[in-house]
């Protein structure tokens, strides 16, 4: 793998030639089938993960046996830094939602690009900041909200990290499974299809293909709600 290939990562943008390197000499691919499991929670953590192409869902199953939707990665992000750091096992389950190509690094190799370069343990740390920051909030929604305001947080999220504005005045995002979104706010399919729909019907919101268009006055709307 060309060591350029990792400059496209937020995480090793400040890294010179040598350094890139020897993060590539030590970094294998590896390739998974849509809806095939990562990894699962519970399970001993020895391997950093970076997404090159494809999407992932970060999951945990409730006591009653429900999937629960954490949050969605796709390329660029990386995940299973925890385990790695803390030496506990994998706290929740990741799954390839479309053909998946990762980029991995084992235990002993992360621990030592971190120990030799502060930029990238700086920017972990803000990652993680970040997660722990949009964790805190997903649980205040799902204490404080009605279905309505949590799935207008979910658009608004899913606007900010996968949307393309469009000269049209609407912002295009790969759409979602109802039952995903449903996972995700904690409420039932079928309540968040009359949501969806009452948005369609009020053109807030369009459908089309595998594509949804979230018109950017409605999440000007959401916004203010919140």
Known sequence: MHPAFFRKF?????????ELAA???????RRYAKDEVVFHADEAGDVFCLIREGRVKVTMTS??????????????DFFGEMSLIDNEPRSASVIATERLDLVTIWRTDFLQILSENFSITRKLLAVLSRRLREASARIE???????YGRLARY?????????????????????PTHQSI???IGTSRETVSRLIHDLMKQNLLLSEG????????ALEQFRAEL
């Open 10 to 18: 937020l995480l090793f943008a400040e890294l010179d030639d040598r």
């Open 141 to 147: 929604s799902l204490a404080t909200m009605d279905v």
């Open 210 to 217: 595998k594509t949804i268009y979230l018109k950017k006055d």
């Open 63 to 76: 006591p009653e046996g429900k999937e629960i939707i954490l949050s969605t990665m796709g390329p660029g």
């Open 155 to 175: 658009f608004l999220d899913l606007a900010a990290q996968q949307g393309k504005i469009l000269d049209n005045g609407y912002v295009s995002v790969v759409r």
């Open 23 to 29: 993060i590539a000499a030590v970094a294998k691919p």
């Open 182 to 184: 449903a996972n995700t």
